[in-house]
């Protein structure tokens, strides 16, 4: 099956610093997300990605689709402690399904 | 704004016990999922819900789980004979313009 291979598996930065993590698949996919999760909740979407190429921001959030639709990459400038939470990336297929696949997460930890 | 939501947040129960997670998407909606995250792993699809069908499932989802939409509002998970390895987390989404809303999840603890 598909699937998403997602580096690094943990970060741990001092606050203030960028962080950088990405994803990346043998398979196309028409749109890539990016979601963080809290401890005990559900994902939330930070960043949807719909074009090949695309470069979108969501304030210290910036990500990027990959002109291959095979990777995603997801930056974080001046990390704040609030950051912390496990990154995930997510791809849809193009196969007209509205399955998500998911990477296996980037857990993030920011010292004050 | 308009949200999912789960019952219950928690649920133990014996190993062989059926145990039905519960989903109200967000009304408009017409795409509903099931995700699973067992603990310290990845978001692992399901079952996704089109049109009062099943639309797509995993090789996870067996004959042990089923989906029903009973009355137009709900959206339930039914696992018949808990296994150990079912203990996860159970996400519920519903999808609408090329997002996916996700609930906060229901905690299962098989003993």
């Known amino acids: 099956g598909q699937q998403l291979n997602q580096s690094p598996q943990s970060m741990f930065i001092q606050e203030g610093e960028d962080v950088s993590m990405n994803c990346t698949s043998s398979?196309?996919?028409?749109?890539w997300l990016w979601y963080k999760q809290d401890p005990g909740e559900g994902p939330v979407l930070l960043i949807a990605?719909?074009?090949?190429?695309e470069l979108t921001s969501n304030g210290r959030l910036t990500a990027q689709f990959g002109i291959t639709r095979k990777d995603s990459f997801l930056n974080i400038s001046a990390s704040i402690p609030s950051d912390v939470g496990i990154y995930f990336c997510?791809?849809?297929?193009?196969?007209?399904?509205?399955?998500?696949?998911f990477g296996k997460g980037t857990k993030l930890t920011v010292n004050p | 704004e308009p949200e999912v939501t789960q019952t219950p947040s928690h649920q133990v129960t014996q190993m062989g016990q059926e145990v039905i997670l519960r989903c109200v998407p967000i009304?408009?909606?017409?795409?509903f999922y099931w995700y699973r995250q067992i603990l310290g792993q990845k978001v692992e699809f399901l079952v996704s819900?089109?049109?009062?069908?099943?639309?797509?499932k995993s090789e996870i989802f067996d004959d042990q789980f089923s989906v029903e939409r009973p009355d137009g509002s709900n959206f339930t998970l039914k696992i018949r004979s808990t296994k150990l390895e079912d203990s996860a987390m159970y996400f519920c989404?519903?999808?609408?313009?090329?997002?996916?809303?996700f609930g906060e999840g229901s905690r299962l603890t098989v003993l």
């Open positions: 819900f089109y049109n009062n069908e099943i639309s797509e």
């Open positions: 398979s196309i996919f028409n749109t």
């Open positions: 009304s408009n909606h017409l795409y």
């Open positions: 997510a791809g849809l297929s193009q196969g007209g399904s509205e399955k998500l696949v």
């Open positions: 990605l719909y074009k090949a190429g």
């Open positions: 989404a519903s999808f609408y313009a090329g997002e996916l809303f």
